[in-house]
């Protein structure tokens, strides 16, 4: 398994969850990684992005909707990237993905070349 996200759950609206993508990459520090949601009966959609660190100054980046409650981090050491979600809406309801990054735009899920297998948020309000 080369990414493997965990750390869903359900919770109340006003709730926090850290949600985690283990992975076991080669380079990891060569590669950007990002978070993507797919609500019921949606596409899935982009939510969080780190870019590769090797190269100093990496891109971190959010959707609109996310920005100021949701935090991104990566530990290269132990090759995870993290989510920190609070302050939950009902409309964070997803299953959350993380996927490894190639290409240019970060928030098309056709420039990621791997995702782990999804972990279920559920908000209730």
């Known amino acids: 398994v080369q990414l493997q996200a965990s750390g869903g759950g359900a919770v109340q609206a006003g709730a926090s969850l850290r949600l985690s993508c283990t992975t076991s990459?080669?380079?990891?520090?060569?590669?950007?990684l990002g978070w993507f949601r797919q609500p019921p009966g949606k596409e899935r959609e982009f939510v969080a992005f780190y870019g590769r660190t090797d190269l100093g100054s990496p891109t971190v980046a959010y959707a609109d909707p996310v920005k100021g409650r949701f935090t991104i981090s990566r530990d290269n050491d132990k090759k995870t990237v993290s989510l920190q979600m609070d302050n939950l809406k009902p409309e964070d309801t997803a299953t959350y993905y993380c996927?490894?990054?190639?290409?240019?735009?970060?928030?098309?899920?056709?420039?990621?070349?791997?995702w782990g297998q999804g972990t279920q948020v559920t908000v209730s309000s």
């Open positions: 996927g490894q990054h190639r290409g240019n735009n970060y928030t098309l899920t056709a420039n990621y070349i791997r």
């Open positions: 990459l080669f380079g990891f520090p060569t590669w950007g």
